[in-house]
């Protein structure tokens, strides 16, 4: 088996990247206004808090685009909104043949939206496919991997489509993706580019759109009232949260490669082979000699892992997860429930996930005898 994990940015890299947000935020507000907790409503002529506008700026100056938004419903409600823009009942949009992440599944259903699969890595299959559905509206590229041995690569696929139908709407799903990798979807040509905050240290339930602006407008339009607006304060968690996300994460990369190392030398009884994957996020799957999957995620929990994710990368998230594998994974080879678990350092340290993966293998092996 071969896995193709995203390459992760370096520590050094991460600190660049907190340093140039930080730098950013300082040319768009003044320091009394960043030791507030923000504003509230819908403010005449803007229709949300004056925060959360100024944050939008912040954001779409950093990524590099014309207009960011945030909105509630976290990722999936970008994702959701970001679809509603281009896409209406019984329309097409390009999709990986591969499981579609659940919630981007159900979304596209509720719709009416007709997926088409093509294989991503097919350039040849990519311009058959197109070549056969001229009345494609749009295209899905999920970021991350929807399958363990997926390994095209997001800005060479968006060139292949925009070399087809230049004018092909394309948006990417980039949770678990943003500020881990060097580009998002559309800082690699993509029109919009979707994520959940929540993910990346901020509040519950907040995602940010970015992209085009006539595009965005339109979402802003379908969330004109108050109660639909993302508050000064929320607008505010979700930028600090961002602020320090990406040498977290870059620490936590470290950490996973530490641990494929170790525990592909052979450290720890019981385990084949251990892989960096991106199911969703960049974890490491751990496979087991012997099908002890499911009693290693309960001595696990035992032990002091986490047994199931809060948003996958949360704030709330600070010991390992010791875990399932993805559902995308698990519906392209159901085997993998009984041989294979993925764990996420999140903020602990190789040392710990080797004690507890030990004992848990000890203890689940005992028990089968």
Do not use: W
């Amino acid at each position: 088996m071969q896995t193709y994990p995203l390459r992760s940015i370096s520590l050094e890299e991460a600190q660049q990247r907190q340093f140039s947000l930080v730098d950013m935020i300082t040319k768009h507000f003044r320091g009394e206004e960043l030791l507030a907790l923000g504003d509230l409503g819908v403010v005449k002529g803007l229709n949300k808090p004056h925060y959360t506008k100024k944050i939008e700026g912040v954001l779409a100056e950093f990524f590099g685009v014309e207009k960011a938004m945030l909105v509630r419903g976290a990722g999936t409600g970008a994702l959701r909104f970001g679809f509603m823009t281009f896409l209406k009942p019984g329309d097409k949009i390009l999709v990986h043949d591969a499981p579609i992440y659940p919630t981007s599944k159900t979304s596209l259903e509720f719709m009416g939206a007709v997926p088409v699969y093509v294989d991503f890595h097919n350039r040849e299959e990519i311009k058959r496919v197109m070549g056969q559905n001229q009345d494609l509206e749009g295209v899905l590229i999920q970021h991350t991997r929807q399958k363990m041995d997926d390994y095209y690569d997001l800005g060479e696929t968006i060139e292949i489509i925009r070399s087809i139908h230049p004018s092909l709407t394309i948006i990417t799903d980039d949770n678990y993706a943003a500020m881990k990798v060097e580009r998002i979807g559309t800082q690699a040509g993509a029109d919009l580019a979707t994520f959940s905050l929540f993910k990346l240290l901020g509040p519950e339930g907040i995602g940010v759109i970015l992209g085009r602006a006539d595009l965005i407008s339109k979402i802003e339009q379908l969330n004109y009232s108050g109660g639909s607006q993302v508050q000064g304060y929320e607008a505010l968690e979700a930028l600090r949260g961002l602020i320090y996300a990406p040498v977290m994460l870059a620490i936590q990369a470290n950490v996973n490669e530490q641990l494929v190392s170790i525990l592909n030398a052979g450290a720890v009884q019981g385990v084949r082979k251990a892989y960096l994957a991106n199911a969703q996020s960049k974890v490491l799957l751990v496979e087991f000699s012997e099908p002890i999957a499911e009693e290693v995620l309960q001595r696990a929990n035992e032990l002091g892992a986490a047994p199931h994710p809060v948003g996958a990368e949360s704030k709330y998230e600070f010991v390992p997860m010791f875990y399932r594998v993805s559902g995308t994974f698990l519906e392209a080879d159901p085997t993998l429930a009984k041989r294979m678990i993925r764990i996420n350092p999140l903020r602990s340290g190789a040392d710990t996930i080797i004690r507890i993966l030990k004992s848990s293998i000890s203890q689940a092996t005992e028990g089968r005898q």
